[in-house]
């Protein structure tokens, strides 16, 4: 999966390379899935959610431009597999996920993996985690119609916002840089996510 799909496809942060490397991803599939957990494709994780496909969560992550100190936030917990891979490459992840099923069980599956700089919470995405803010970074896993205010707000200046903006069915990859005085945003390639719910994100 790594050399061909990571790699292969042009991922070059040689420590995104190795969290890909190191983390299973099949114990963050449901079990009868677990013969296709390094295909190409995105998987259902149950609750119309889903594990999104290695090349994206990889082109995501190294979007972040993290160097291991950093405070990140990550909208859509599911079944885990990304707040692993952040938590291998920054200080500390705060997670929040709508589903508390999904919750619930990836915190059992990151406690049991050992994980120590993992927060969850469960809650609305879309309005981010005050509590925890400024964010170095911020990575949202579903697609929403605009980028939400609250996230612009808790995101630090030289912090770095990942996103699918767009329609229901197809979104662009953004990432927005914030500076001392405005946003920058740049455009990194279509993609196609779940719909972001809640406040300031698609209504179900």
């Known amino acids: ?27 963050f599939v449901d079990p009868g899935l677990v ?16 594990l999104s496909q290695p090349y994206i969560a990889a082109r995501m992550t190294e979007a972040l431009r993290l160097t291991g100190m950093e405070k990140v936030l990550e909208l859509g917990t599911g079944s885990g597999y990304q707040t692993a891979l952040l938590a291998e490459l920054c200080f500390n992840v705060f997670s929040v996920e709508k589903l508390r099923a999904l919750s ?18 469960v809650g609305d995405g879309t309005i981010g985690w005050s509590e925890h803010a400024p964010y170095n970074a911020i990575i949202v896993t579903a697609g929403a119609p605009n980028v ?11 912090g770095r916002l990942v996103i699918p903006i767009g329609a229901e069915q197809a979104q662009i990859l953004i990432r927005v840089s914030r500076t001392r005085s405005s946003f920058k945003e740049e455009q990194l390639g279509e993609c196609k996510f779940v719909k972001l719910l809640g406040k300031y994100g698609w209504r179900d």
């Open 1 to 27: 999966m790594v050399q061909e799909q990571i790699i292969g496809r042009g991922i070059g942060d040689a420590r995104v390379i190795a969290a890909m490397r190191k983390i299973s991803r099949h114990l």
């Open 35 to 50: 013969n296709r957990a390094y295909d190409d494709s995105a998987l259902p994780i149950g609750d119309k959610q889903t």
């Open 104 to 121: 619930r069980n990836a915190r059992t599956l990151l406690d049991r993996l050992g994980y120590q700089n993992i927060a969850l919470h």
């Open 148 to 158: 939400p205010k609250p996230l612009l707000d808790q995101l630090s200046v030289g």
